[in-house]
Every structure is written in C-alpha cells, then in structure tokens.
C-alpha cells in the first residue's frame, strides 16, 4: 500500500513527541534557530530525542548556521537528517553536512512565479553538490525563516519531482487528504498546523493530521489516477 511518510516539526515537550510517537509520525523535528517560538537548545533537543523508540527520525531545522555550528549542535543532540532552511548556498549547505557526518534535506521556499524547471534543476544542483543531499522539502515563500504556515501553488511541482519530494507549508487536518491525493509527495512536514500555540502541539491535532494523511493514501491506493484534491 503506499504509504506517504509524516514528519511532525517544531517540538519542544516530551508530551508532544509521544503523541507524535503514539499517532504514528515518521520523523519528528527539532529547531535550532533562535529566533523561532519553536527553538530548543541542543540540550533539550537531546532530552527529547533520548525518548525516541528506534525507527522515528529526529530531524534538525537549521537557519543561516555555519559548518562549526552545526557539527556542535548534532555532537549535543544526535539527529539523525539535517534540514537547511535559510539562505545557504547547496555548498554550503554539503559543508555543514560534511561537519557533522549527516544526511541532509534543502528547503526550497516557493514563489508564485517559480517554474517547474526551477525546481527541478536546483535539486540536480544539490545532488552534485553532495552525497549527503537526500532531498527537497517544499515550502512557502516568506520574508521569514523556519516555515510560514502558508500554503503555496501546489500544481508549480512538477510531477517527476513531487513522488521524491517533502511537502510543507500550512498543511493542516483540513487539507492534507487533499495535498495528498494532488501532489503525491514522499512525505508531508506540518508544524503549526497541529499546534495549541507556537510550539506547544495539540495531541488531537496531530493524531487527525496523521489519519488524514492515512485516508489520502487509501484514496491513492483505491483509485491511483485520480489526482483531484479532496
């Protein structure tokens, strides 16, 4: 059956990564950038990662860090992907990576004017640039770091591109069945969209977001042409 993998961001409670835990979440995401209503430190991020059952990856969300200090932060708190979501060049960001020996995802921040093509070649650019380049995740455009919470121009993914992609970017338990189904994404990534209040999470929240997710993938698995939202 196939199976769209979630991935819940911006945690900062122990509650809350059980309940991502219990509800059946892939990967769980922690912030490293200071500015974030949604930052822990290293340490904490290690406490929490420590509560983590073998085979749910903890990612770190990176913004504008140098080699240095990423390689410090994942020596404190051992995630497992890195995601940069700043202005790094694709060298920059394989440096970074290269520092602190782990795989790492690019946050590519979509306009209303890119292309297709766009995307697609700054993804081939990030897979020369590095063996440790594992994948994009779509986000929205903002004049902010970290991730938005707005939804952006699905139908600019191109659709060679969308089945290795992360989708991000104000999903939420109204709209995620639909993304699903439309973009047909590797894994979907949601942060405010499960919360009480910045990075306090909703238990309930995040339990209907992942169940949403499970029926679009039903819906692919019983019909796989059609790609109509829902």
Known sequence: MHRTRIKICGLTREEDVAAAVAAGADAVGFVFYPKSPRYVTPQRAAELIATLPPFVTATGLFVNAGADEVAQTVSVAPVSLL???????????????????????????????TSGEELLEYETHCRVSSKLFSGLLLDTFVDAYGGAGKVFDWSLIPKDLAHRAVLSGGLSVLNATGAVVRVRPYAVDVSSGVEAAKGIKDARLIADFIAAVRAADATIERDPDNESAS
């Open 83 to 113: 995601q940069f979501h700043g202005d790094e060049t694709a060298e920059q960001c394989a440096q970074a990576a290269a520092a602190a020996n782990r795989a790492y995802m690019r946050v590519f921040r979509v306009k209303p004017d």
